[in-house]
């Protein structure tokens, strides 16, 4: 009963950080820039503009959208279609990615530690996996990574159920691990398949299967992905697509220079260790309570070299972004985390005999939780807009008038500011056009001067804009 009530203490705690930390953001306006691409693509689709292999972006600009493999969109597409088209659509399915990846997390940990002294702290990998800054940052803006993870993770959990299943069922279960790195590879890249080293790195540290095997399991993943990826580029329509993704986004990453995020190619390794602090400073709390020495277990190092397949190739490219490595996340709190218990166990066990201490601290996280809610809902109220306020507030004074032109003409030093493109696509299906002022609707920023930018003939609407002006043209 003791356990019982020690695990409700990190539960509500965990509840707690994900109520204030992702769904008191999540659920206000305003995403950054990729994640609202991705999400007015997505509602493309829903509504029949592109198709599952060729998304469409904008009427002129990236109308063929081929920056991203396309399964993302059509996924989103389903939730627009069942839920409708309300800002909040896509903030459901961010919300529920991040309840299956913590699900997947724990049930994960019970495979990974099923019959050991340590299984019943599942929560643990949880509440490490929830104190990286960039999870957080990821869920709240919607980023590709997001739906990814699931299927890598999902990939890993079925290639681990092979190696505890009888033998019969074991290439059945790799096959369903294949399919779902390809349903990952086929929402961001590549990247996404990391966890096909799974059977190389299970031998290395365990022994446990023969060299032989191991390259078996891993040849028999590699011939679905590929077996499946070239039987449905026999398509044309399927081979132009994953032509056009190539071209746009692979070779463009290495060849043009704007594409680089960073000089320094090891970048990536100080924001990952930047991003793990969160994860160090909790165990070495847990240490330093527990007076214990940590062990590495083969567990640990199983989990590590996963986790640092999924995100140490990243540097091949100086596109570094501190999100990239959002589906390697899981990998890593789960290794650290197989270190951690063994100093949550020895702490919890100096709890067992102190039952009046737990409850009370039950009682306050319960106040910790209700007070997180009462604070979430009115901050919500009082701040719906997360970012982009000045943008947005524009958009949504200016969209109803602009609605049923479809098209507003902007100038060319507005070209770089594609968050705009998204918000004005995916509130009111306009599309903006930076090459060609011969519309009805024209939108300036108010620090340009009209005068050298508004063609003859145009008259500017009256409105209570805050960072862009709206010019008519007469009739």
């Not at 999902?154 to 294949?178: C, I, R």
């Not at 070239?230 to 746009?248: R, T």
């Not at 982009?388 to 200016?398: E, N, P, S």
């Not at 620090?447 to 043209?473: C, H, I, W």
Request: overall charge positive; glycine content about 4%.
């Amino acid at each position: 009963m003791l356990l019982k009530k020690e695990s409700t203490a990190f539960w509500l705690l965990i509840f707690s950080l994900f109520i204030v930390f992702i769904i008191r953001d999540l659920f206000k306006d305003g995403l950054f820039m990729d994640g609202m691409i991705y999400v007015t693509v997505g509602k493309n689709v829903a509504e029949g503009q592109g198709s599952f292999w060729h998304p469409h972006f904008t009427a002129f600009f990236m109308s063929n959208y081929h920056e991203q493999p396309p399964l993302l969109f059509s996924i989103e597409a389903v939730f627009f279609k069942l839920l409708g088209y309300s800002l909040y659509t896509e903030r459901i399915y961010s919300l529920l990615l991040a309840i299956i990846t913590c699900l997947l997390i724990i049930k994960t940990w019970q495979l990974l530690h099923k019959n050991t002294a340590i299984e019943k702290y599942n929560y643990l990998p949880v509440l490490l996996f929830l104190s990286v800054p960039v999870v957080v940052w990821s869920y709240v803006n919607l980023v590709s990574e997001i739906t990814m993870a699931v299927f890598s993770l999902s990939a890993f959990h079925f290639m681990l159920l092979s190696y505890t299943s009888s033998s019969a069922k074991q290439y059945l279960h790799l096959a369903v691990a294949a399919f779902f790195l390809i349903a990952a590879g086929l929402c961001k890249g590549v990247q996404g398949i990391f966890p096909i080293c799974f059977p190389f790195f299970y031998w290395l540290f365990f022994k446990k299967i023969s060299f032989a095997k191991m390259a078996a399991h891993g040849l028999y993943m590699l011939f679905i992905i590929t077996g499946f990826l070239s039987l449905i580029c026999l398509n044309d329509n399927v081979l132009s697509s994953f032509e056009l993704y190539f071209n746009n986004r692979i070779v463009n990453t290495f060849k043009l220079d704007e594409a680089a995020t960073t000089a320094n190619r090891f970048s990536l390794i100080i924001t990952l260790v930047s991003e793990l602090a969160p994860v160090m400073v909790i165990g070495l709390a847990l240490r330093l309570i527990a007076k214990e020495k940590y062990q590495i277990s083969k567990t640990f190092m199983l989990l590590l070299t996963l986790g640092l397949a999924g995100s140490l190739p990243l540097m091949v490219t100086l596109e570094q972004r501190g999100f990239y490595i959002f589906t390697s996340i899981p990998f890593f709190v789960l290794a650290f985390a197989s270190v951690f218990a063994s100093s949550l166990a020895v702490i919890s066990e100096k709890l067992i005999t102190k039952s009046n201490f737990i409850n009370k601290a039950n009682s306050v996280l319960l106040m910790l939780l209700l007070g997180c809610i009462g604070f979430s809902a009115y901050d919500l109220n009082a701040n719906p807009i997360k970012r982009d306020k000045d943008i947005l507030h524009d958009v949504y004074i200016t969209g109803p008038i602009v609605k049923d032109a479809k098209v507003i003409a902007i100038t060319t030093e507005m070209h770089q500011t594609w968050v705009l493109y998204a918000y004005y696509k995916r509130y009111f299906n306009v599309s903006l056009n930076p090459y060609s002022k011969n519309h009805s609707y024209l939108l300036i920023e108010k620090t340009e001067a009209p005068d050298s930018l508004v063609t003859a003939g145009f008259s500017k609407v009256n409105l209570p804009t805050m960072k862009y002006d709206l010019y008519r043209q007469n009739k």
